[in-house]
């Protein structure tokens, strides 16, 4: 199989306050791993590539000074949502392949409100 | 840049068969992938394409067409258990292979 987990799979937190989401491929080693935000009865939206042991890749419009990515292993991902706003709010899933090119398996997701 | 096209919504019968389409604009192409997601879940990989043709996976096909930058999600027997979105979405040439997400087809499956 191709498990993915992340933790935690909810999370609801004062504005204001950092707030960390992790990705893990279980049962094999990814080399890449990708950070997704989806709003409400919306698509996947990539906010950044993290492969490991070098800076994540983000995306245009993306602030990599509030989404803090780091990827110190093969499996394992961190997405930190810094100094957190209501307008966070949403659900952030990470995926995770084996190889560059190869499917993206997917995590659960975590659902993060800011109060 | 890149786009990618598919239905909002699809609405089909149990027992039936319904086709998602697809298309797409973008540079660097490499393959074509299709996820299902139900309401409050993650995407679930289905089916990928990155040569012309068919592939088949039980119930679900997809097709692709490069010269067209077209594809479809074929499911067949419809159960009401596949009411949920699907997304078609590419990847592309780069260092990494993102995949870049089409705006999803809402299928639901009726009695």
């Known amino acids: 199989g191709a498990v993915v987990s992340q933790h935690p799979s909810w999370v609801i937190c004062k504005s204001g306050t950092s707030v960390k989401i992790e990705c893990r491929s279980l049962?094999?080693?990814?080399?890449?791993m990708f950070w997704y935000r989806q709003f409400p009865k919306q698509s996947l939206m990539l906010m950044a590539t993290s492969n490991e042991g070098s800076k994540a890749t983000y995306e245009q419009g993306v602030e990599k000074d509030k989404f803090l990515i780091n990827h110190a292993s093969l499996t394992l991902s961190t997405l930190t949502v810094t100094s957190a706003h209501p307008e966070d709010s949403s659900f952030y899933i990470c995926s995770a392949s084996r190889q560059a090119g190869e499917t993206q398996y997917f995590g659960p997701g975590t659902r993060l409100l800011v109060l | 840049g890149q786009s990618l096209e598919q239905p909002s919504e699809v609405t089909a019968v149990e027992g039936a068969i319904v086709q998602i389409n697809c298309t797409y604009q973008t540079s660097g192409f490499y393959g074509l992938s299709w996820y299902q997601q139900h309401d409050g879940g993650a995407p679930t990989f289905l089916s990928y394409n990155a040569l012309d043709g068919l592939e088949e996976t039980g119930r679900f096909s997809s097709f692709l067409s490069r010269s067209d930058s077209y594809g479809y999600l074929l499911l067949q027997e419809l159960q009401m258990k596949d009411s949920a979105s699907y997304f078609c979405a590419v990847s592309q040439v780069d260092s990494s292979y993102k995949l870049i997400f089409g705006s999803g087809t809402r299928l639901l499956v009726r009695p």
């Open positions: 049962d094999f080693q990814a080399t890449t």
